[in-house]
């Protein structure tokens, strides 16, 4: 069974989420750029920007490189950890993660602001990179590399349950049928976060047994982002004094 979100029900207070465009545009335009380059330029621009454990750990470049690529890793390392979430590992990766983001952070952005939703994405990608970090130290599997914007993504989902908990999510369900209908935020979030927390068990069981590991899934970035997007929203809340009701949700 597939779910699919397509955005709130309600119908409320509208802006322009100027922001959430800008960052979709920017992740669809790094992605055709290297499919329209050729292999060669994808790796090439893959392997300069995406964030390896090891070299944040260790403040040092990383061996990942591609015969006469222009592109260079940033200097200092630490610039991996922002260029990394708008790379993405095939149309699949890309699609889904916009798909989410379209779905969920117009509604963010509108209740915290152009700004502060921009400095929210990013410290949410940040978070979620350093559980994915913690994670790969654990076990022992620093020069995996990782990207893409899911862990800044599943911040916002955080923040979405928080700004919005009573809301209605349009969403298409596929089980042999396609299936249109209004979910409570709450079960298509939950049901996400709940299958990363699942995975991420069976990971940790895998490591703590000696087995390989093949999901090439970074779960404890999503779990990371998640967390810290929902602990950020409940501090804007507690601080505003002014809870956003579902009714107010930005309608896609």
Known sequence: MAVIPLGPASSGQRAFPIINYVLILANIVVFVFEVTHGQHIADCVT???VMVPAD?????????????????????????LFTAMFLHANLIHLGGNMLYL???????????GHLPYAIFYFLCGLAASAAQIAFSVYARQTDVPTLGASGAIAGVLGAFLIFFPGSKVRTVIFF??????????????????????????????????????????????????????MLLAVIIRIASGSPTPASQAYRR
């Open 47 to 49: 392997n300069a920007y």
């Open 102 to 112: 379209w779905a969920f952070g117009g509604n963010v952005e509108a209740r915290l």
């Open 56 to 80: 944040i750990l260790s403040n040092t470049a990383h061996a990942l490189l591609v015969a006469g690529c222009a592109f260079h890793e940033p200097i200092p390392v630490y610039g991996t």
């Open 176 to 229: 042999g049928l396609v299936v249109l209908v209004r979910l409570a935020a709450f079960l298509v979030i939950g049901f996400f976060i709940v299958l990363q927390l699942v995975e991420a068990a069976l990971e940790v069981e895998a490591v703590r047994h000696g087995q390989a590991q093949g999901s090439g899934v970074a779960f404890f970035a999503h779990i990371g982002g998640f967390v810290v997007g």
